[in-house]
């Protein structure tokens, strides 16, 4: 059974920095893209950054591009967000994608965690 977990959400005042954490088990992904979206309220949820199985190759939305990190670590079957200089437009509730076959569109994606909070105070 596959489950995908993750961790690391909380409240951070703007400029601050926060790491969410993935867990993909039950397959292996090391061949699939993996990656992080995220949705405000009343929003659709939105592309935030992919990486390739191999961890070469990767995306980021023009939003968080610079101030993002995306990497993965496929002998922990995990993938991590770091996200620093954070701004109060970054909140919302992070979700993360497994299986993949890259891009921005969510129906790339199989398997998708619950999601975690992210807040960011002005």
């Known amino acids: 059974q596959v489950q995908v977990v993750e961790s690391g959400g909380g409240l951070v005042q703007a400029g601050g920095s926060l790491s969410l954490s993935c867990a993909a088990t039950?397959?292996?992904?090391?061949?699939?893209?993996m990656g992080w979206f995220r949705q405000a309220p009343g929003k659709e949820r939105e592309f935030v950054a992919c990486?390739?199985?191999?961890?070469?190759?990767?995306y980021y939305s023009d939003s968080v591009k610079g101030r993002f990190t995306i990497s993965r670590d496929n002998a922990k079957s995990s993938e991590y967000l770091q996200m620093n200089d954070l701004k109060p437009e970054d909140t919302a509730v992070y979700f993360c994608?497994?299986?993949?076959?890259?891009?921005?569109?969510?129906?790339?994606?199989?398997?998708w965690g619950q999601g975690t909070q992210v807040t960011v105070s002005s």
């Open positions: 990486i390739s199985g191999s961890g070469r190759s990767t």
């Open positions: 039950g397959r292996s992904f090391s061949a699939h893209y």
């Open positions: 994608a497994a299986g993949g076959l890259g891009g921005d569109n969510p129906k790339a994606y199989m398997y």
